[in-house]
């Protein structure tokens, strides 16, 4: 037992002694070490170590810009919420989160990880439709280019067609020019007689060959009418401006007498002037006559008051002189 005892103690110490030398040996590395850093850079001069220390603190500044960069690029998309990804989304990336505890950070790293997989995919199929319907939108555009290339085409082959058939139209007593006349000068009426005139001229087409339909009045004004009608809304309410303004000013005439000229100045009623602008009618007016076979003659003509927005209508009978 003693020997025992003895032998365990010189093995002590032998463990102590070596673990001292151990780390006295490592003590004596790291001296060294140090040592030898210090002898470099005292070799070194002052603006090498300074031109070291400011590229490693830029190569630093960069990997933390490279590192939020990383952070924050998935914070600015914008994704479905958790409730609709669950819902919508397959099974391979839900499975897993019906049931997460919310204070798990690792589970929701995850979670955001499959949404953002969610996303992508999403993008990607919504991409191939958008890139789909790019390409029909340039077949439609190409085929109504076609399309109305034909139609440009077709308008000089028609006034060809119209002017050959001339004779043919002449000897059947087709009035296709006059027509064509009339439709354009038709399209100059206010809504209501046009509304009529359409309907007339189609009644006197099908049933009625004694009753003649015509659009009497000056086309120039008419269409200087129409293009006011079009124009801005305050174009007209500078033209009331201008006629309340116009009411109170004066109109000189001048007279001239054999020898002597003198002004003479006229006051315009303010309720005249009214009274002719409201009474103002449209300069195109329609005239329908209807003639019975050896009698009478009946002629109506509409007229549309402009600014009272009414049609009126006036008539006349022309009875023939043997008719007593």
Request: proline fraction near 4%.
């Amino acid at each position: 037992m003693v020997k025992e005892s003895s032998r365990e103690g010189n093995l002590k110490k032998k463990r102590k002694s070596a673990s001292t030398v151990d780390s006295e040996s490592d003590v004596d590395v790291y001296k060294k070490s140090v040592e030898f850093e210090e002898k470099e850079a005292l070799s070194r001069p002052n603006d090498a170590d300074a031109q070291i220390y400011f590229n490693t603190c830029k190569e630093i500044r960069q990997l933390f810009a490279e590192i939020s960069e990383l952070k924050s690029k998935d914070e600015h998309i914008e994704l479905v919420p958790v409730e609709e990804f669950l819902l919508e989304a397959p099974e391979n990336l839900t499975k897993k989160f019906f049931s997460f505890d919310e204070n798990d950070e690792m589970m929701k790293h995850e979670l955001r990880l499959a949404r953002l997989e969610w996303e992508l995919q999403q993008r990607i199929h919504l991409a191939d439709m958008c890139k789909k319907l790019e390409e029909e939108k340039k077949k439609l555009e190409a085929d109504i280019a076609e399309r109305k290339n034909k139609l440009d085409k077709l308008g000089p082959l028609l006034s060809t067609v119209m002017e050959a058939t001339k004779p043919v139209q002449e000897h059947l007593g087709l009035h296709i020019d006059k027509t064509q006349a009339e439709h354009k000068l038709a399209s100059l009426l206010p809504n209501p007689l046009y509304l009529f005139y359409a309907n007339i001229d189609a009644f006197r087409q099908v049933n009625d060959s004694s009753m003649n339909v015509e659009i009497v009045g000056d086309q120039d004004d008419a269409s200087q009418w129409k293009e006011l009608q079009l124009a801005e809304p305050g174009i007209e309410d500078e033209e009331e401006q201008s006629e309340i303004e116009f009411e109170t000013q004066e109109a000189e005439e001048i007279v001239e007498t054999k020898k002597r000229r003198h002004r003479k100045s006229v006051q315009i009623d303010p309720l005249e002037e009214k009274k002719r602008k409201l009474l103002q009618v449209h300069p195109l007016s329609i005239e329908v006559t209807v003639t019975t076979k050896d009698g009478p003659s009946i002629k109506i003509k509409l007229s549309y008051y402009t600014k009272l927005e009414i049609v009126t209508v006036s008539s006349s009978v022309n009875i023939p002189s043997n008719i007593t």
